[in-house]
């Protein structure tokens, strides 16, 4: 996420910053790094380095580990561009839809959207939100029809129940 929460928990310093063109970036100074997941545990995100990733202790099928290949997505996106990536990719089958917030005319929206408005949806701005204001919209889907729903686990938890 760079909020540089990681740099604190580091045993050995070997995390850093460098300001890039948009934003900051987490360094990591290979040499000093032992590996200990410190950073990993503490990560908002909960992003894991794709190096230092047991995968025979992945058990849970709904665990995916993620980034964009476009590194200005990449690199702008809090979210590693993931959350961008997997909904575009979704809504490329028929039927598929998404439940998420979007910004329109310069106003923040919720609602099912198709592929064509994946790219107006925001970075990580669902926290002070009235996120759940339209999911009276999944309602209407028809039969058959797929939904991606992006939000926060209280929100994805209580979409549940609505």
Known sequence: MQCGV???VCPKGALDYKKGKQCYA???DHDRCIGCGSCAKVCPS???FKDRVD???LTDKNVFLTYAKDENVQFTSSSGGTVRTIAKEFVR???SFIYSLYEQDNVLKCGVIDGSLVDYMPNSIY???MWGRGLQQVKRL???SRLLVIGLPCQIKAAKKV
């Open 6 to 8: 990681c740099l604190s």
């Open 26 to 28: 987490i360094t990591i």
């Open 46 to 48: 909960n992003y894991i």
């Open 55 to 57: 995968f025979d202790r």
């Open 93 to 95: 089958q028929d039927k």
């Open 127 to 129: 926290a002070p939100t």
């Open 142 to 144: 028809s039969a058959g």
